[in-house]
């Protein structure tokens, strides 16, 4: 446990606190109360943050004072006094190095996009890891092409369920693995085949893949390895392949890398053109957000699990 959490923020309310939450060892701790922040350099907004998704527990060490949190969803509260492609009042979502458990923060403005007009903030606060890690994974890193073969290993996830989405737009044959309880979401994704990890090997049910998306790690990275066509190619965003088995398969192994070539605006264009659907999980509130980690620790994909800062944002579109 901490003492004195502090957020390292300037005051312009003392009046308007707002909460943040303090985590210890991966699991919050406590929601204190903060100040309000405000846009500091050029090219920085304050957005209000109505809700915010929950992105993994995080178990990497921090430096305190430290507020978890990498995505958001919300309203553009104020604006640097340079920035020019938002304005006050826009609904807006986005990815943040840190701090999104909270009702405000500063965001720098090229991480931000204009939230889809067809996505509740709850929604679209569940959008931005997954999708451009999908988009970076499955087209950067793995150079999907129309027709090729591809199979997402945790295809009912945060990740995957966007990867299935975006193979099929881009014209591949799209194979995915899920629990037995998620067989039906993932062939709704439109996932041509589906193999239930908890009854079937897949490498006894799938062969010849061009790619594979690995995002579960450890339990399948073998098997991912093992359904490669020679010159295949596995990408793993969840733990580092084994080169050496690589290597005696002739296959290339790596885990996924870089920043994705599209900007966070494609996906909203995607979405409201209906190409890419998007399911949220469970919601808390800030308050509760470590019973939202605990949950998120026994949860089975189908959606990120949102912590939801003001009412009715679930209903709530712009
Ligand atoms: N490198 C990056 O940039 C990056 C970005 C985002 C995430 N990640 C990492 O990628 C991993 C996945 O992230 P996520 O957000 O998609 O996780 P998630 O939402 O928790 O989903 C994980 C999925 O894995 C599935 N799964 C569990 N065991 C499995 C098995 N043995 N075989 C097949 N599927 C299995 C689960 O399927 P069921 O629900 O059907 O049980 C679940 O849907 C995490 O390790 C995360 O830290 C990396």
């Known amino acids: 446990m901490f003492e004195g959490f502090f957020l390292g923020w300037q005051t312009r309310l ?6 943040s939450c ?3 060892s991966g699991i919050l ?3 204190q109360l903060f100040a309000t922040p405000f846009p500091s350099g050029s090219e920085l907004l304050t957005h209000r943050v109505p809700r915010l998704r929950i992105f993994q527990v995080e178990f990497r060490p921090v430096t305190f004072p430290y507020t978890p949190g990498i995505e958001v969803a919300g309203v553009v509260e104020d604006v ?4 020019t492609a938002f304005e006050i009042g826009q609904a807006v979502f986005g990815q943040v190095a840190e701090g999104a458990y909270a009702e405000y923060l500063t965001v720098p403005i090229e991480t931000l996009a204009l939230k889809p007009k067809t996505l509740s903030f709850v929604e679209a606060a569940t959008v931005p890891v997954g999708a451009t890690t999908a988009w970076r994974t499955l087209f950067d890193n793995g150079g999907l092409v129309s027709g090729q073969r591809v199979l997402i290993q945790g295809a009912a996830g945060g990740v ?7 193979a099929k737009w881009k014209g591949a044959q799209v194979i995915g693995t899920a629990s037995t309880a998620n067989l039906d979401f993932v062939r709704g994704l439109g996932a041509d085949m589906v193999v239930d990890y908890t009854t079937t090997r897949v490498e006894s049910v799938v062969q010849d893949v061009d790619l594979v998306l690995d995002g579960v790690g450890a339990q399948t990275l073998s098997s991912s390895l093992v359904v490669l066509k020679p010159g295949g190619t596995l990408i793993s965003i969840a733990s580092p392949p084994a080169q050496e088995q690589a290597r005696a398969r002739g296959v290339r192994a790596l885990m996924s890398r870089g920043a994705a070539s599209t900007p966070l605006q494609t996906f909203t264009q995607l ?23 605990e949950y998120g620790q026994s949860s089975h994909g189908r959606g990120r699990i949102v912590l939801q800062i003001v009412d009715g944002a679930e209903n709530t579109f712009a």
């Open 160 to 166: 995957g369920l966007f990867a299935v989405q975006l």
């Open 14 to 19: 003392e009046e308007d606190p707002l909460q």
């Open 22 to 24: 303090e985590i210890s």
């Open 80 to 83: 640097g006094p340079t920035v």
């Open 271 to 293: 979405i409201d053109e209906g190409q890419l659907k998007v399911t949220a999980g469970k919601t808390f509130a800030l308050s509760e957000a470590q019973q939202a980690h």
């Open 29 to 31: 701790a406590k929601a």
